[in-house]
């Protein structure tokens, strides 16, 4: 299966992938977990999008859109793909189904997750990260073992920079400017389920589980 996850910052992408994964043995690519780890190593990549991410802007469509074509074309990717995080834009998702369209391929479901504004901050601000495996944490709803440490491999966790109510006040306006679009080129391709994300993060696995059965 080739499936998009859509939804604000917070709404609970990062959580589902790991488990969809499992179920369905797909590839994860996370455009902002792979531009994260650029910034981190400094790559003329992460240099050129770290600002943008800072503020909680989109990076440029080439960047993303380099990333992924590349990604895409990795072995373990080509029986089924999560993308969590991309399409951002119109310009992505167009581009996206021009690079499937080569391979003979198309998006079979895109996962919407519904989230009001008002319930993200909470979510965003309480963040605790693993970066090398993507994992997250919640200091409120879902807390590691260990306050600070990862359960599985006992590394520390650490906070985005992005993470704060004032970089999510751009994030959210991004989504609502740029990535709404996207839901709308989808619904016309009626291969949108909407879901309830507000729920707990179980229910909504179900829900996920259900969709994609
Ligand atoms: P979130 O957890 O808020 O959904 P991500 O980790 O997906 O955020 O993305 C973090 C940042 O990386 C975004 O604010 C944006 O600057 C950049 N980014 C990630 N994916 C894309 C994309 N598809 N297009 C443009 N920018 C992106
Ligand atoms: P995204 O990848 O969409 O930005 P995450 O999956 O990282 O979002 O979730 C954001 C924060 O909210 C994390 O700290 C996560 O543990 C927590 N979270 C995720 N799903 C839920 C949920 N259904 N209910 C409550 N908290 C959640
Ligand atoms: P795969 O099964 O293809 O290894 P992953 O979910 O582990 O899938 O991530 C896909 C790719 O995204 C990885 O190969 C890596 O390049 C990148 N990646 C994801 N998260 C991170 C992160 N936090 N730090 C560095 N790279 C990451």
Not at 96 to 105: I, S, T, V
Not at 155 to 183: C, G, M, N, Y
Request: net charge neutral; hydrophobic share 35%; charged share 30%.
């Amino acid at each position: 299966k080739r499936i998009i996850l859509v939804g604000p910052p917070g709404c609970g992408k990062g959580t589902q992938s790991p488990i969809i994964k499992e179920d369905f043995c797909l590839c994860h690519l996370a455009t902002g977990d792979m531009l994260r780890a650029a910034v981190a190593k400094k790559t003329p990549l992460g240099l050129q999008a770290k600002a943008a991410m800072d503020k909680g802007e989109l990076v440029t469509d080439d960047l993303v859109v380099g990333i992924i074509d590349e990604a895409l074309t990795r072995p373990s990717c080509s029986k089924g793909f999560i993308l969590d995080g991309f399409p951002r834009t119109v310009v992505q998702a167009e581009k996206l189904d021009a690079m499937l369209e080569k391979q003979g391929h198309k998006v079979d479901k895109v996962l919407n997750f519904n989230v009001e504004d008002s319930v993200l901050e909470e979510r965003i601000t309480g963040r605790w990260i693993h970066p090398s495996s993507g994992r997250s944490y919640h200091s409120k709803f879902a807390p590691p073992k260990v306050p600070g440490i990862d359960d599985i491999s006992g590394e520390p966790l650490i906070q985005r920079k992005d993470d704060t109510a004032e970089v999510l006040k751009s994030r959210l306006d991004a989504f609502h400017k740029q990535t709404t679009p996207v839901i709308a080129y989808y619904l016309q391709k009626g291969i949108v389920v909407d879901l309830q994300a507000e729920k707990p993060a179980k229910d909504v696995t179900s829900q996920i589980e259900k969709a994609l059965s």
